[in-house]
């Protein structure tokens, strides 16, 4: 068998093709950032040959929400009334969305929490 299957997904718009070998298809296909977890159609065609007809189907991916691991190391004790810095607020995350980071300092000295919140709440 020989020829190509196009897979289109909806919605998406990102289209990628493989050849046939052996009667099996393989493909890549990119997820672009900013696309929303959800259900999508995705539709696989194949174009035929003169020994084979043309054929199409379709199925559904579904993308999950990210889980962020967000890594922060716990930096040296301050005094009270210091400033806030770069040091204190050096939180990273792997995901591709700005993150917000807030530290508040609570009415004891000895304790702070680190408030992380994601500006797209629907992917993560």
Not at 70 to 99: E, K, Y
Request: proline fraction near 4%; aromatic fraction near 8%.
């Amino acid at each position: 068998m020989a020829g190509t299957v196009n897979f289109i997904v909806a919605n998406i718009g990102t289209v990628t093709s493989g050849p046939v070998a052996a009667g099996v298809a393989n493909s890549t296909l990119t997820i672009t950032g900013g696309t929303h977890p959800g259900s999508y159609q995705i539709q696989a065609a194949y174009g035929g040959t003169t020994s084979f007809a043309s054929s199409t189907g379709t199925g559904m991916l579904a993308i999950g929400r990210a889980t962020p691991v967000i890594t922060w190391s716990n930096p040296g004790d301050i005094a009270a009334g210091t400033a806030l810095s770069s040091t204190q607020l050096n939180a990273t995350a792997n995901v591709p969305r700005n993150i917000h980071l807030q530290s508040t300092i609570r009415d004891r000295v000895d304790r702070w929490c680190l408030t992380v919140a994601g500006r797209d709440f629907y992917s993560y």
